[in-house]
T-cell receptor, first 116, second 115 residues
Framework: GDSVTQMEGPVTLSEEAFLTINCTYTATGYPSLFWYVQYPGEGLQLLLKATKADDKGSNKGFEATYRKETTSFHLEKGSVQVSDSAVYFCALSDRPGRGGSYIPTFGRGTSLIVHP | NAGVTQTPKFQVLKTGQSMTLQCAQDMNHEYMSWYRQDPGMGLRLIHYSVGAGITDQGEVPNGYNVSRSTTEDFPLRLLSAAPSQTSVYFC??????????????FGPGTRLTVT
């Protein structure tokens, strides 16, 4: 079945450091890929997405590129801020008819802590 | 639009009590889901629904019931609360048909403690 593996945290960085959170996936079909962010005490919200190979999703300075050849969707940001401290979830959603059911599969989440 | 709303935000139950967690969405989404979030476990799917009158089990359905009588509402019932059900519960909705993505919209969560 489908699965998502993301690096374990917490990831601890100083402000303005470069961020990479690794995410790899296995899927029976041709999925869409997502990064969600969860700020303390809140629900998850979509950060960015990509729906086909070589697509780059971007939002709020974060980027991730859909790499079909390496089945990866790594999250990057060039200069993190204290306000980026949150838990980040990688997810995929496959499509019915290609072996999928639309029900998304989430990674376990990676906690990011940014110090001033 | 209010999006996805959940009530209550916090709840404390005694072992053996029952209760219903409410979830509603005003986006006319056909898909709705319940997840629980526990430290180190990520999100685990409890039950989901692909439309009114249709529900199915997720990864961890035991001890929970759901029904979907309307498009808008998807309540989660705890039949006899156990300490193992202490968790944060999230409801989500989506509308994947006719699109190439399935973006989930999450509620703010219900933090449940069972003593």
């Amino acid at each position: 079945g489908d699965s998502v593996t993301q690096m374990e945290g917490p990831v601890t960085l100083s402000e303005e450091a470069f961020l990479t959170i690794n995410c790899t996936y296995t899927a029976t079909g041709y999925p869409s890929l997502f990064w969600y962010v969860q700020y303390p005490g809140e629900g998850l919200q979509l950060l960015l997405k990509a729906t086909k190979a070589d697509d780059k999703g971007s939002n709020k300075g974060f980027e991730a590129t859909y790499r079909k050849e390496t089945t990866s969707f790594h999250l990057e940001k060039g200069s993190v801020q204290v306000s980026d401290s949150a838990v980040y979830f990688c997810a995929l959603s496959d499509r019915p008819g290609r072996g999928g059911s639309y029900i998304p599969t989430f990674g376990r989440g990676t906690s990011l802590i940014v110090h001033p | 639009n209010a999006g996805v709303t959940q009530t209550p935000k916090f709840q404390v139950l005694k072992t053996g009590q029952s209760m219903t967690l409410q979830c509603a969405q005003d986006m006319n989404h056909e898909y709705m889901s319940w997840y629980r979030q526990d430290p180190g476990m990520g999100l685990r799917l409890i039950h989901y629904s692909v439309g009114a009158g249709i529900t199915d089990q997720g990864e961890v359905p035991n001890g929970y019931n759901v029904s979907r009588s309307t498009t808008e509402d998807f309540p989660l019932r705890l039949l006899s609360a156990a300490p193992s059900q202490t968790s944060v519960y999230f409801c989500a909705s989506s509308s994947p048909r006719g699109t190439f993505s399935n973006e989930q919209y999450f509620g703010p969560g219900t933090r449940l403690t069972v003593t």
